[in-house]
């Protein structure tokens, strides 16, 4: 494990010597009225040569004394009406430039340093700071249940190895919603995967189970960052299947998730997308969670190639007809890997 350290750079409290010290650092709105505050917490304005220069040393000076391996670099409140003196002009570009400028200078100085990006969440994720970051943390909310659509809609900019994605504590802390360990691990599987949860907190079995997964994510972990991510169009809108090819189409992983109770019964089968129609595909369950943990098995016949623990199967009849997936309860996930017969 590497020391990484939390830090909110541009914002500054009243009641501090800083700001005491500088006024004048401190983005105001036209007229020099102070902005609304927000958490506490005003805006320096970086593109004063002044502020930059501190914030731009004491950054470096932290990276210099303690071994440091990566930045969360977060900002926790709007820029909103903040104008530049003395014409009161929209300071949101100078600022923007001005971010821009210090993640280059601290790079130059500390070339290994690694650097997340998060403001309230997914706040600021675009082209350019993708550029200079490492990681983003798409959304504050750690609920598998919410971060299956943020996580699908994030990745449509953001690989996989720079999408944070933290298993949470059993009561999401954001929602207040309580959702089985082996669905929140399925769910950050597919992303840069993490711990929020206080293990502390956590029975035996539990950081057990947890580890069977963080072992399996380190596995998987190759194709998982590597890949080619695939979405399939399922007509049900209660279930959702994710995945990720190889670049010579010989492996594929993907989670069958199902977020609300269907109307449909059983699911219609589901096209693998991504792999070789003119090669043979063996698919089975992979991970943690097997067909003899029940999902599997509800409310129906089980479906014997779960049971008999895989099938091999023509490329072009997984990719056009599909194949029959199993039914599950609401926030229920399983993993699904096709391996090419001939790899």
């Known amino acids: 494990m590497e020391f990484g350290l939390w830090v909110e750079p541009e914002m500054v409290n009243l009641d501090s010597d800083l700001a005491r010290a500088h006024p004048e650092w401190i983005l105001t709105a036209g007229g ?21 220069a501190h914030v731009l040393n004491q950054l470096d000076a932290l990276l210099n004394e303690y071994p440091i391996g990566y930045l969360k670099w977060d900002h926790n409140r709007e820029l909103g009406e903040g104008g530049l003196p003395p014409s009161g002009r929209s300071a949101a570009r100078a600022q923007t430039e001005a971010v821009y400028r210090l993640i280059d200078a601290l790079r130059l100085r500390h070339p290994g340093l690694e650097i997340e990006t998060c403001a309230s969440g997914g706040g600021r994720v675009d082209l350019e700071i993708l550029e200079r970051t490492d990681r983003v943390w798409g959304s504050d909310s750690t609920d598998a249940h919410e971060r299956l659509d943020l996580q699908r809609w994030t990745n449509l900019l953001v690989p996989y190895e720079m999408l944070g994605a933290h298993i949470s504590s059993p009561v999401a802390p954001t929602s207040g919603r309580a959702l089985p360990l082996d669905f929140r691990c399925a769910i950050a599987l597919f992303g840069h995967m993490g711990i929020e949860w206080d293990l502390t907190e956590a029975s035996s079995s539990e950081r057990a189970r947890l580890a069977e997964w963080v072992a399996y994510y380190k596995r998987r972990r190759r194709l998982l960052h590597s890949g080619t991510v695939v979405h399939a169009d399922v007509p049900d809108p209660s279930y959702r299947l994710h995945g990720v090819v190889d670049e010579e189409q010989n492996e594929a992983l993907y989670a069958w998730v199902c977020t609300a109770s269907s109307t449909v019964w059983p699911p219609p089968p589901v096209a693998l997308p991504g792999i070789d129609p003119d090669r043979h595909y ?31 199967l023509p490329g072009r009849m997984l990719t056009s007809a ?19 017969i001939d790899y």
């Not at 369950?285 to 049971?307: F, R, S």
């Not at 599950?328 to 890997?337: K, Y």
């Open 282 to 312: 063996r698919v089975a369950l992979d991970g943690p969670i097997t067909a003899v943990d029940g999902i599997a098995t509800h409310w129906g016949a089980p479906l014997e190639w779960l049971m008999s623990g895989g099938v091999e």
């Open 32 to 52: 020099g009225r102070m902005l609304g505050a927000a958490r506490n917490q005003q805006l320096l304005n970086l593109s004063d040569p002044g502020a930059y």
């Open 322 to 340: 599909g194949i029959a997936l199993p039914e599950l309860f609401a926030d229920r996930a399983v993993i699904i890997r096709a391996i090419a």
